[in-house]
Nanobody
Framework: QVQLVESGGGLVQAGGSLRLSCSASGRTFSSYAMGWFRQAPGKEREFVAGMSASGSVTYYVDSVKGRFTISREQAKNTGFLQMNSLRTEDTAVYSC?????????????????WGQGTQVTVSS
């Protein structure tokens, strides 16, 4: 069983930055692909960014390309989502997830383990 804990959310003005962290328990973090998802009030959970288990391949939803960067530090069992140039429409609860596969996926159902989420609020 893998447990995930996110941190780093908060309130920021538009144009600002936040760095989310996702700490994983267990010793097999490097065997899992990682994804970051977000869910705004009244909306479905959506894929934001994904990274392969090795860290060599990344994916982003078009709306965050060039602004967000996903990364992982295998030795510390930790994943990150660096968010720059934040916009009000980025406001949501952000969750990290792990998939029992080498490649990331954009599909929520493909991920077996989820964190509790961290709130990101971007003010105008």
């Amino acid at each position: 069983q893998v447990q995930l804990v996110e941190s780093g959310g908060g309130l920021v003005q538009a144009g600002g930055s936040l760095r989310l962290s996702c700490s994983a328990s267990g010793r097999t973090f490097s065997s899992y692909a990682m994804g970051w998802f977000r869910q705004a009030p009244g909306k479905e959970r959506e894929f934001v960014a994904g990274m392969s288990a090795s860290g060599s391949v990344t994916y982003y939803v078009d709306s965050v390309k060039g602004r967000f960067t996903i990364s992982r530090e295998q030795a510390k069992n930790t994943g990150f989502l660096q968010m720059n140039s934040l916009r009000t429409e980025d406001t949501a609860v952000y969750s990290c997830a792990l998939r029992r596969a080498l490649a990331a996926s954009k599909e929520v159902a493909e991920y077996a383990y989820w964190g509790q989420g961290t709130q990101v609020t971007v003010s105008s």
